[in-house]
């Protein structure tokens, strides 16, 4: 390491290797579609079987990491934070197509080896492995970043994400999720027959941040402080994730900066979802990734989302504006109902167009369903008041 560089690594203490170690250590189910059995996968074992067949298909392996929110939480456990996704990432050589080809083929065959002993594996394909296992697929080829993703399934949210990265520009979103924990100095001690991991002998596992100034960022996650840079370099512009972190009483580490940063991030995000429709797949995708068992924070988290596009959207027409922020209003609401804090719209039949004989005073134009108390809906578009004050 070069001294200019210094600045971005630290090594991990005792307790944190111990933290590191039992989230290693952590059984993951990974559950099949339909009748495939329950893979019941330990990280360091799916890390080290992954990286000898990798290593046996002649795959330069430069080293593996911890990264993301996983590793943020062994670096900071006391301050709350927690982690679902357990993202690995592989830093691989992918000089062509062949080679991306051959990585998704050998964690596929790797997969076989965690299948229970009574399955009979002879006719089971890796296509047959894919449709059963995997959640997604990702892969990225272009002149400036060659990656690709293998997410296998959890019920619960806990995916292990498998990542090959050849180059990649852009490898976090803010200072609190920038860190990596390279794994490679551990993973010897797991398969050493004579080594264990004790306060006097364990190896130096060391971390780095992304970020760029590693005790900057740790101050950052220590203290729940929001900072990152060029947000329009990422896709989305990170404005999801900024929004959960605000919702988490992350605070902004620079009010004046923040607020020239939320605009960066609105236009990024409209760039790449420029259309309402795609906009709403997205949010109901965030929601339901990074909000398992925390239904009672989604309209919280949608609120905040809302307000930051009300005050920093820059880049878009007015009636665009209002059909976005409408739209996070609906799906606001949709959340209060299915917590049935408010009478479900799906108990509610709107008329839009007034029939004639409307003048009839004891005609009522909506029909509720029975028990369920009055809820008036207007013609679109609508404007509703909010808890917030926010219209």
């Known amino acids: 390491m070069t001294e200019d560089s210094d600045h971005r690594f630290s090594s991990l203490t005792w307790d944190q290797i111990k933290i590191l170690d039992q989230v290693l250590a952590e059984v993951i189910p990974i559950h099949g579609r339909g009748n495939f059995p329950t893979l019941d996968v330990k990280p360091k074992d799916i890390i080290h079987v992954v990286k000898e067949q990798l290593i046996e ?31 690995i990432i592989f830093g691989v050589e992918l000089p062509s197509e062949l080679e991306f ?3 998704k083929e050998a964690v596929l065959n790797c997969l076989l080896d965690f299948l229970p002993k009574c399955v009979n594996k002879e006719k089971i394909t890796a296509q047959t492995m894919k449709d059963a296992y995997v959640q997604k697929m990702v892969k990225v080829s272009t002149d400036h970043d060659r990656w690709s993703l293998i997410s296998l399934s959890n019920n619960s949210g806990k995916n292990v994400e498998l990542k090959f990265v050849n180059s990649l520009r852009r490898q976090f979103e803010f200072s609190v999720d ?19 991991l004790t306060e006097d002998s364990h190896p130096t596992v060391i971390a780095e941040s992304m970020y760029g100034d590693f005790n900057e960022a740790m101050d950052h996650l220590k203290y729940k402080l929001i900072s990152t840079r060029n947000p329009e370099e990422i896709r989305g512009g990170g404005l999801l994730k900024y929004s959960n972190l605000l919702v988490r009483d992350f605070k902004p580490a620079d009010e004046a900066e923040i607020k020239s940063l939320e605009r960066y991030m609105c236009s990024r995000f409209f760039i790449d979802f420029p259309d309402v429709a795609e906009q709403q797949r997205k949010i109901e995708s965030y929601l339901r990734n990074h909000f398992i068992g925390e239904e009672k924070s989604k309209y919280d988290y949608l609120m905040t989302l809302r307000g930051v596009v ?22 606001a609401l949709k959340v209060l ?51 917030s004050g926010m219209v």
């Open 310 to 331: 009300n005050e920093s959207t820059v880049c878009l027409m007015g009636h665009e504006r209002r059909q976005t922020l409408n739209m996070i209003t609906i799906l």
């Open 178 to 196: 920038s860190f990596q924990i390279i794994l490679d100095s551990i993973l010897n001690v797991y398969t050493a027959t004579d080594c264990k």
């Open 57 to 87: 298909k002649q795959i330069n392996v430069r080293d593996t990491r911890l990264n993301g929110s996983t590793a943020s939480h062994i670096l900071v456990k006391q301050n709350g934070t927690s982690y679902k996704d357990l993202d």
């Open 337 to 387: 109902g299915e917590q049935n804090i408010i009478p479900n719209a799906a108990n509610v039949t709107c008329y839009y167009q007034p029939a004639p004989y409307i003048s009839d005073r004891n005609f009522s134009n909506y029909y509720i369903a029975h028990g369920q108390p009055p809820i008036i809906y207007q013609p679109y578009p609508f404007h509703i008041q909010m808890q």
């Open 101 to 103: 080809q051959v990585v």
